[in-house]
């Protein structure tokens, strides 16, 4: 993959990448793209007992201003799959958060998933280009990350966490020994496997200091059904 190392500033780099975003739970920038473009979750999207039946993607504020979120999105979705600078720029903005206000954690797709293993790649590339910073990606396309680990070598700051299908699951196994998640309806106590219950529901609902989520020791992340 050839840089042009032609993004010079941050209104250059956002017309590229077509803006980071930003969640009140999250203690730091992410990116998305529209959930109805999901592989994997337009599918589970329908299916009873599943992580994406009544996807948060799909209601709330995402609902609310479907309008704008919606097509922002899809330019996002588009900047991925076209501009041979989105690399550049997602890396450049990256940085720039990382040294003008020290966050120095990112979070991938806070709606959306994986498109293709080539954006996996592209993604990989970013975290390579921005060292100082630990990215968490969440994904249920299981397919295009073992597609990608076989002849790819994963950044170390790079946390792919495998998120379980179905809801109150045990989490998902994996010949690459990647972290994963799981929904639980169940209080911690009842859960039979290790894993670290996720504090957000007793913290309103935001991360404040936790990154079990960034840690990739932390091998299971169980979040409560909402």
Known sequence: MTLL???TNRNQAKQIHQGLTATSKMPCKSYNTPAIMCNTGSKLVNIKGSTCSGCYALKG?????A???IPAGMRRYEAIKNNPQWVEAMAFD??????KFGIAIFRWHDSGDLIDVEHLQKISKVA???PNVKH???TREYKIVNDYMKVNTKPKNLVIRLSAHMVDVAPTK??????????STKPSNEINYKT?????PKQENQCLDCRACWNPEVKNVAYAKH
Do not use: G, Q, R
């Open 136 to 138: 968490w990606l969440p």
């Open 61 to 65: 504020n995402y609902l609310k201003y």
């Open 94 to 99: 990256i940085n720039y958060e990382y040294e």
């Open 174 to 183: 994996n010949k690459y020994n990647l972290p994963t998640s799981t929904v």
């Open 128 to 130: 390579e280009l921005t």
């Open 67 to 69: 309008k704008t979120i």
């Open 196 to 200: 670290f219950k996720c504090p957000a």
């Open 5 to 7: 190392k032609s993004v």
